[in-house]
DNA sequence: CCGAATCCTGTCCGATCGGTCAGCTAGGGT
DNA sequence: ACCCTAGCTGACCGATCGGACAGGATTCGG
């Protein structure tokens, strides 16, 4: 056996998402995976039945993510709920980085399962700009920004209640980047 | 002859963006291209040496409009900038609606010309928000401080100097959306 | 009425796509 | 010693990819 098994399904999932993150689903070929990941094409088509498999296994974890953010955010109120939700966000953002482009799916898309929307190039820049590999400060502020929206915007797409979470964001967001709440 | 020459081309240059905006450049097959336009793929072979180049006929004119849109705001100051800035970004926005997304590419590989990142459906998102489809007014708000983002984040990349347009355009982006400057 | 130029298409090409399958290799249990 | 199973691969499949090319159809200047 030339890995430990379940290693080489984590090099697959990881070299997937960060393609996918550049060139797009459909833009992606199985065979630029496998070569990233270092092993054959059929290897990678005997840890998963195919192309769609992988993209599903990186889709599921984040969906029930957003949920339990929801969930927590509902039993706190005012300051503590602004913090709390943005250390979340933080937290969320970073532990899933590329994965959370997922939100943007629009679901009927995600239900018929055909091609995808491709926003995975937008969003490696933006986790470029917030994991502070650029400097520029203002272009780390705007990145934010645009990072907040897109959450906040396909938190409401994708099923979740618009109501305690765009809210606290927005105040919590705001506070965090230093701009006055409005 | 099947229709008056320039309007197949121009068809074909609208079917491309729109599909680019859909499934990104490499997720894009000539055969769609050329159905969506109402011609064979070797019409379409025809108009277009090969398929970057309709691509690179998408990017030209806004590079230019930037540009424009820079020397512009260099001859003013102040109040008057800052609403002359909002107005052009507004205009820009919405005259090349999707071709906007051409800022959005790096630089290296516009140079390489390999296969691009795709930003294009979460800009189709965007625009359907700016647009005002989606009557959701905090959706727009976010929407379009995402665009400025983008829009300003990108223009450095694009060797667009940072000094007069982001600091203005920021300025007038937090007044038109009512936000307290700061 | 006649070339000549322009517009357009059917057909073919090599390469690559997603996916299948038989078979190889390496350990572990008995 | 034996075989069984999990992990992995090369070879192959039909479909589709981007692109080349010869030639049919249409229009226009002479």
Not at 7 to 20: E, G, H, N, Q, Y
Not at 29 to 39: F, M, N, P, V, Y
Not at 116 to 136: H, K, W, Y
Request: proline share 3%; with cysteine.
């Amino acid at each position: 056996m030339a890995r430990s098994a379940t290693t080489l399904r984590a090099d697959i999932l990881d070299s997937a998402v960060r393609l996918f993150a550049a060139h797009g689903f459909r833009g992606t070929s199985l065979q630029e995976i496998a070569t990233d990941a270092g092993c054959s094409k059929a290897s990678l088509l005997y840890h998963f039945t195919n192309k769609d498999a992988i993209l599903t296994e990186l889709l599921a974890p984040v969906g029930a993510q957003v949920a339990e953010l929801e969930a927590r955010l509902a039993r706190l109120d005012g300051e503590a709920a602004a913090r709390a939700a943005v250390d979340a966000l933080v937290d969320l953002s970073l532990r899933f980085r590329l994965q959370v482009k997922i939100l943007l799916l629009d679901v009927d898309t995600l239900i018929n399962r055909p091609e995808l929307p491709d926003v995975d190039g937008f969003m490696a820049r933006l986790t470029d700009a917030l994991s502070g590999r650029s400097a520029d400060q203002p272009a780390r502020v705007w990145a934010w920004m645009a990072m907040l929206g897109i959450i906040l915007t396909s938190a409401g797409e994708c099923g979740v209640p618009e109501g305690t979470l765009r809210a606290e964001l927005t105040r919590g967001a705001l506070r965090t980047l230093g701009l006055p709440a409005c």
